[in-house]
């Protein structure tokens, strides 16, 4: 191996110790910071909430599942079946313990507590690489789950903290795209009662698709550390839960089916939605809404994260591709079509993925004018769009038939601008366009 091979695989060691080292300082400061916000506000808050469900009641019982099944990959066969037949005979028996003393129905506690029992297992009594694979793998398994806790705890301050919303500006814009809400509930109540109840499942349930993506992607580093792919969903998931619930604060969102529905309790501003198709509104106002209901639309992560577990699942078998496209598919009718986001906030929240991914995919090529660009790019038209929809909502309503292409057109080009960066076969004219490096292989070959 020659020494610039060498060095520039030290270079890369240390950068890559330097960004983990940085995001752990950071995501620490995010923590504390927002446990001190939402402890002023009389909430839980991520880091008490954390502690919690060690013995009180999770709130959802598929995250630390899908924490602790991603921490099986850094295991033996034989280690797995055991920590997970550990996880489930803990969870029966704190189950059995709310029952008794009158709690609700809650699964959770158990993979929490093995998960915890196994990281400082491997911590204090193995070794070598084992050792640091169970270490890694349980870090991620803990981050996914902690993730959720912030997640969990931008909603509610939301809520608290942003009195106004903008509904009826997203309402507006939407008619540039053909008020998609209101269209796709047509299909979701064609879909009738079974459907509809896959569609919840794939909605509420997405940490189980990312659990098994990431199983997929990681299933072999326990082999070595050669092994370790050198991007996977995990990072994506992170960082868009870190970003993406910061712009709840910005522009402030309930979704139609509380802001022109029943289901706004008093609140909503008029009983539109789904049946009545909205008209073009031409003075737009902020309005009040209550205290509980979470300002959780622009941009909309549901649609960001099914878009993670699509591409994510594009380097795998058949059957991991297919679940990819399904759930993406699921999340997207289900966002609409349940009128909870509006179609402008699912185009948002692509526009995060694509800034995300464009700027975490590949990172041996480096910080290139190929990676820069999307990610500015990509950053910029999501805040153009937001502000588009404050500021232009009814031109973008009243000129529907130039909006609405436009709206369209700028999400393919953006579309086709990631492909050519990180898919194209090198000699194509896209991959010449994206810079693709020529010994660059196709992401079905590759994690």
Not at 63 to 83: D, E, F, K, Q, Y
Not at 271 to 284: A, E, K, L, Q, S
């Amino acid at each position: 191996m020659s020494n610039k091979v060498m060095h520039g695989g030290a270079v890369h060691k240390e950068r890559s110790s330097v960004a983990v080292i940085a995001a752990l300082v950071c995501g620490t400061i995010l923590l504390i910071g927002l446990q001190i916000a939402a402890t002023r506000e009389g909430l839980v808050g991520p880091i008490w909430g954390l502690i919690r469900e060690y013995g009180a009641t999770p709130a959802l019982w598929s995250v630390p599942w899908a924490g602790l099944a991603v921490a099986m990959v850094g295991l033996s066969n034989r280690r797995r079946t055991i920590a997970l037949s550990a996880a489930l005979v803990v969870d029966i028996v704190v189950l059995g313990i709310r029952l008794i003393i009158g709690n609700r129905l809650a699964l959770g506690s158990g993979p929490l507590i093995v998960l915890t029992v196994l990281t400082v297992y491997a911590a204090v009594r193995w070794s070598d690489h084992e050792r640091v694979a169970a270490l890694r793998a349980c870090a991620l398994g803990f981050l996914l789950i902690v993730a959720a806790k912030v997640a969990a705890t931008f909603l509610p301050l939301t809520a608290l903290t942003r009195p106004m919303v903008l509904d009826e500006y997203a309402k507006v814009a939407d008619h540039a795209l053909g008020n998609p809400s209101w269209l796709v509930f047509q299909v979701v109540d064609a879909l009738g009662p079974v459907g509809n109840g896959i569609i919840h499942v794939v909605y509420n349930e997405l940490p189980l698709a990312t659990m098994v993506v990431a199983f997929w992607q990681l299933r072999n580093i326990r082999l070595g550390p050669e092994y370790w792919p050198s991007h996977y969903l995990v990072r994506t998931f992170l960082v868009m839960a870190m970003i993406g619930p910061l712009f709840y604060f910005v522009f402030p969102l309930v979704g139609p089916v509380y802001a022109f529905s029943t289901e706004g309790n008093g609140y909503q501003v008029s009983d539109i939605w789904p049946h009545i198709m909205p008209t073009i509104d031409v003075n737009p106002v902020e309005v009040p809404f209550d205290d509980e209901t979470p300002r959780n639309c622009m941009p909309s992560m549901h649609t960001a994260w099914a878009l993670a577990i699509f591409v994510h699942s594009r380097g795998g078998p058949r059957w991991l591709r297919y679940l990819g496209a399904f759930w993406l598919v699921g999340t997207v009718t289900a966002t609409l079509g349940f009128g909870y986001h509006y179609g402008v906030d699912l185009l948002a929240g692509a526009f995060l993925f694509l800034c995300v991914e464009s700027a975490l995919r590949d990172p041996d090529r480096g910080w290139g004018w190929f990676r820069i660009r999307l990610v500015v790019s990509f950053a910029v038209l999501m805040l153009v769009l937001m502000w588009a929809v404050r500021y232009l909502a009814v031109q973008m309503a009243q000129y529907a038939q130039i909006a609405g292409p436009l709206l369209v057109a700028t999400m393919a080009a953006a579309v086709v601008a990631f492909y050519a960066t990180f898919y194209a076969r090198p000699d194509s004219t896209l991959g010449i366009w994206g810079r693709r490096p020529v010994e660059a292989t196709s992401d079905r070959d590759t994690v």
